[in-house]
């Protein structure tokens, strides 16, 4: 997805009373694979409950093969979170490559009790 340099604003996401157990993906994009995300930037708000994977853009970046890119890509979408595990302002979880993305977008978030660990950063909850 080239997103030629515009803007997605007002992003909202209200997900509360999820039943837990089950791997949710929260973001404009909730799940990639075998895909690139550029040149884009998003505002907003996500708020969440019980949600393992959340981002301002991606919630969950996968790929055997780690083809899956985030580039140049920004982010000022706010995110309240409670008792998941993997929340970034760009992405909650990735495997690839992150280049030249930015955030300012707020984090709040609890820890996963049942779990016992939280993944929580600007960019990324966990990237690899």
């Known amino acids: 997805f080239d997103g ?7 992003l909202y996401i209200n997900i509360e009373n999820i039943p837990t157990g089950k791997d949710y ?13 550029k040149n884009l930037s998003v505002t ?6 019980t949600v393992n994977y959340v981002g301002g853009i991606v919630g969950y970046a996968n790929d ?4 899956v890119t985030i580039e140049n890509c920004s982010s000022a979408v ?6 998941g595990r993997y929340v970034g302002g760009i992405v909650g979880c990735m495997y690839g490559s992150i280049k030249k993305c930015t955030n ?16 929580i950063g600007g960019i990324a909850g966990i990237a690899s």
């Open 64 to 67: 055997d093969n780690t083809s």
């Open 25 to 37: 993906t929260i973001g404009l994009f909730g799940m990639i694979k075998n895909n690139e995300i």
């Open 104 to 119: 300012i977008g707020n984090i709040e978030s609890e820890t996963d009790l049942e779990n016992n660990s939280s993944y």
């Open 4 to 10: 030629n340099n515009c803007t997605i604003k007002n």
């Open 78 to 83: 706010n995110i309240s979170h409670n008792a």
């Open 44 to 49: 907003g708000k996500i708020t969440t409950a």
